[in-house]
């Protein structure tokens, strides 16, 4: 009955239009007044969806803002212009400021057993084009996307396979989506509160004129030619990318939209006429009306924006540029530098590759007392102190205080600085043979040198190395420092030619109570120490290596019971359990966590934090802190 009730209460919220569900007088846009009075666009009250998200920003101590302003912000490489999706954060489902899911495109979304989901559309929500949004769009995606063999050979994304079996979908209306497993599938919505969402959604208005199923042979030619690709498959895929951003056609939900043209330093995103979000004065979000993104060199973001030139800035921003920051600001420079938290599980991390193609070196890394006496023989203090003034959380790879599931031992695990453990613990190994110099030697004969790859993006990762040479040396072991590309050392990574790599910690280093521990397991490419493994689990056995070392199995066999778990305290027993071996094995060798992020904010720009995270996962970074709800104030009056 209470189910019931609850279907009833949704579809009446859906079936209610704007002026029965709120008494709000919807107000036109100043940007889109021109277009409206010409008739090249709906009004304003006619843009929106019957029932738009109306947010309560008393509620949340912001206030209420005005339409109008460029933003302007950088990125260092062109593809970067992606960042306006997780910047934008318009999900089906995402996070609040209290990291608790909730709709936001959808109108609300119902959970039947933890295996069936009723995702509710916005009645009269359109994409950016004004084209209806509606069920036809998850249909497309669903039987002429994810799985048309031609477009994805793997089949649909792995977040929807529960124990190898796919969700049965339907459509039973145009603003109803049903997607049903036989047993429950615990990632189903928080994965499409991601960072990098995995839009099981497409524009099929505009995309099926590039499909093979919705166009004539002869088109299809055609267009093929006008693109110069090599079939109908390649211009699909080059053109249906919505995480990249980069195709000006593509409809989107976002809040902001980008410009025709091609740029190649200087990228424009306008407001989206029909954004699904309003105030509760009626006026459409975003506040803002345009994002100016500019491609600068990584080195030049701090100087750029100590001169003002950033509106909105973090990225390209590290621990380093907090003081160069600090004093413009208080020489009168047009911005603020706040300190957010940052929420990645350490700022760096040492990743051995268990993966490594040499197989007597991989057999050393795989020896626990190996990596044991690496992250011992690292002096924390020392590092903390010289390149973080002591504000950094000295320990090994573990999630923060701030989240449910820290505990300060797996924190400390095997990261006090004790040499003399560490050199008993290679002594244990065998490796007892020294060059003159002090280096261990193999049983082969070689030195014992670690040869650590870096993205080169970052001066305290060389200069953190630099400290940890010295005292390895005192353990008998060399560093050798390579920097590469970020894209060549992830490729080197994944194939298995690298030894050692420094990365950051996991993304998420504040899971919620209902988060997957997934990351924690060998199922993915991207924990830099076991990428074979985590390419045999994505591609179902077909590429990478098949997990062998005990610990990682257990991993993934833990996180494969917390799919099935049926309750918080069994889910969070796994958690734990899953911590504590990484802590015990050092798969990640962590160096410090929750050293300030800096973020410089215009003094002119209103309703970002003062406190918050800085995090990729949960939250997207700016993304969760909802950007579209922040607005400048005129000149003269910050």
Request: contains cysteine; aromatic residues 12%.
């Amino acid at each position: 009955m209470r189910r019931l009730a609850r279907i009833f209460a949704a579809a009446m919220l859906l079936a209610t239009p704007l002026a029965t569900q709120a008494q709000v007088t919807v107000r036109e846009s100043p940007y889109w007044a021109e277009k409206v009075a010409a008739g090249e666009l709906p009004a304003a009250a006619e843009r929106i969806p019957s029932t738009p998200l109306i947010v309560d920003l008393a509620a949340k101590g912001r206030a209420f803002g005005t339409q109008g302003g460029t933003l302007h912000t950088m990125v260092t490489r062109v593809k970067d212009i992606r960042q306006m999706v997780p910047f934008g954060y318009a999900r089906l489902v995402g996070f609040d400021q209290d990291y608790v899911l909730s709709a936001d495109i959808l109108a609300g979304y119902d959970v039947e057993e933890g295996r069936k989901f009723t995702l509710h559309l916005r009645p009269n929500h359109r994409w950016s084009d004004g084209h209806p949004f509606t069920s036809a769009d998850f249909e497309y995606w669903w039987l002429h996307v994810a799985n048309n063999a031609k477009l994805a050979p793997s089949g649909p994304p792995d977040f929807l396979r529960v124990d190898g079996e796919y969700p049965q979908v339907s459509f039973p209306d145009p603003l109803t989506v049903i997607y049903e497993w036989s047993k429950p599938n615990t990632h189903f919505i928080p994965t499409l509160a991601q960072a990098r969402p995995p839009f099981i959604l497409r524009p099929a208005h505009y995309l099926k004129q590039f499909h093979a199923n919705f166009a004539t042979a002869d088109t299809m030619a055609q267009k093929i030619s006008e693109m110069r690709v090599r079939s109908w498959a390649a211009m699909h895929n080059k053109l249906d990318n919505m995480y990249k951003y980069d195709n000006p056609d593509l409809p989107t939900l976002q809040p902001w939209m980008r410009t025709e043209g091609k740029a190649s330093s200087r990228f424009m995103f306008v407001r989206n006429p029909y954004y699904h979000r309003i105030d509760s004065r009626g006026i459409q979000l975003p506040y803002i009306d345009a994002v100016e993104m500019s491609v600068v060199g990584r080195g030049l973001v701090a100087a750029k924006s100590n001169a003002g030139e950033s509106d909105l800035q973090a990225r390209g921003l590290g621990f380093r540029d907090i003081s160069i920051l600090k004093k413009g600001e208080l020489e009168g420079g047009n911005y603020r530098v706040l300190l957010w938290a940052n929420g990645t599980a350490s700022q760096i991390a040492i990743y051995p590759n268990l993966n490594y193609a040499d197989a007597k070196w991989r057999k050393v890394l795989r020896d626990v007392r190996f990596r044991r006496a690496l992250s011992l023989g690292i002096d924390r203090r020392m590092i903390n102190r010289a390149l973080y003034f002591g504000l950094g959380q000295e320990g090994g790879m573990a999630v923060l205080s701030q989240s449910p599931f820290f505990k300060a031992d797996y924190r400390a695990a095997w990261s006090s600085f004790d040499l003399q453990q560490a050199n008993a613990l290679l002594d244990d190994m065998g490796l007892t043979e020294r060059r003159a110099d002090g280096i261990r030697l193999l049983p082969d004969g070689r030195p014992v040198s670690i040869v650590v790859e870096t993205a080169g993006e970052r001066i305290e990762v060389e200069n953190t190395l630099q400290i940890i040479t010295d005292t390895w040396r005192d353990i008998g072991v060399r560093l050798i420092l390579r920097p590469f590309s970020r894209d060549t050392l992830r490729n080197r990574v994944y194939s298995g030619v690298t030894m050692a790599s420094v990365w950051y910690g996991w993304d998420n280093g504040i899971p919620t109570l209902d988060a997957s521990p997934d990351f924690l397991a060998p199922r993915a490419q991207e924990f830099f120490a076991w990428p074979m493994w985590g390419q045999h689990f994505q591609t179902a056995g077909e590429a990478g290596e098949a997990c062998d070392m005990p610990a990682a199995i257990e991993l993934l066999k833990l996180s494969q019971d917390w799919e099935h778990a049926g309750n918080r305290v069994d889910r969070g027993a796994i958690w734990d359990r899953m911590l504590q071996i990484h802590a015990d094995q050092q798969f990640g060798i962590g160096i410090l966590s929750e050293a300030p992020q800096p973020v410089v904010v215009s003094r002119r720009l209103r309703n970002v934090p003062e406190v918050a995270f800085w995090a990729w996962e949960p939250g997207a970074q700016f993304g969760i802190h909802r950007p579209d709800e922040f607005y400048f104030v005129p000149e003269g009056e910050q």
